[in-house]
Every structure is written in structure tokens, then in C-alpha cells.
């Protein structure tokens, strides 16, 4: 399995919180970076949140001081802390991780925020 895989979506009510992982596949070598994107109806796929290797971690300006990425190398996993969620943050979330192969993308987890 090459695809990197994720998990934690859900249902959650507006202010609650979620935590998305994303577990790469060892067979996917010469990661240099790692990252969250979503894609809502009807609106184009955007980054959420992406770590390099070295550390440097950016994010959109619509989930800063909400969302949190973090990463375990030793798993080859990182994650997605999701606070304070909104109706607006409901999509479907994808990881994607960044190779020197090239660029591999999960199936996505489906976040749905609403009360």
C-alpha cells in the first residue's frame, strides 16, 4: 500500500473538536513534506496545514489559532487538532504527502460540522 491513509473525521457539533491522522506507507521513501487539505462542495480543493521536514509548518488563515499540525516520524504519521470547529470547516479532509517520487494523496475522512 502506497496511499497514505486517514482517520478521525466525524461528526461534531460548532466549537467542538476533532483530531485527523495520517498514516504514510513505509514503501513511500524521501518524504520532504506533509500535508492537510480540504475540499467543501461545490469549492476547490485548499491547504489546511502543511510540515516540512525540517519542521517549518504553515497554515491557512482561516483555521490559525484553531488548528494545530503535528507529526511522529518514527510512525511516519502526522496529525490534524481541530478546535473551535465551525460550520465552515466542514469538507472532506485529505492528506497528502510530498516526495521526492512524487506526490501521493489519501482517500480524505469526511469532517461535517454542524449542530
Known amino acids: 500500500q502506497v496511499q497514505p491513509v486517514e482517520s478521525g473525521g466525524g461528526l461534531v457539533q460548532p466549537g467542538g473538536s476533532l483530531r485527523l491522522s495520517c498514516a504514510g506507507s513505509?514503501?513511500?521513501?524521501?518524504?520532504?513534506?506533509m500535508g492537510w487539505y480540504r475540499q467543501a462542495p461545490g469549492k476547490e480543493r485548499e491547504l489546511v496545514a502543511r510540515?516540512?521536514?525540517?519542521?517549518?509548518?504553515n497554515y491557512a488563515d482561516s483555521v490559525k489559532g484553531r488548528f494545530t499540525m503535528s507529526r511522529d516520524n518514527t510512525k511516519n504519521t502526522v496529525y490534524l487538532q481541530m478546535n473551535s470547529l465551525e460550520p465552515e470547516d466542514t469538507a472532506v479532509y485529505y492528506c497528502?504527502?510530498?516526495?521526492?517520487?512524487?506526490?501521493?494523496w489519501g482517500q480524505g475522512t469526511q469532517v461535517t460540522v454542524s449542530s
Open positions: 510540515i516540512t521536514s525540517g519542521g517549518n509548518t
Open positions: 497528502r504527502l510530498d516526495s521526492t517520487r512524487g506526490l501521493y
Open positions: 513505509r514503501s513511500i521513501t524521501s518524504i520532504y513534506a
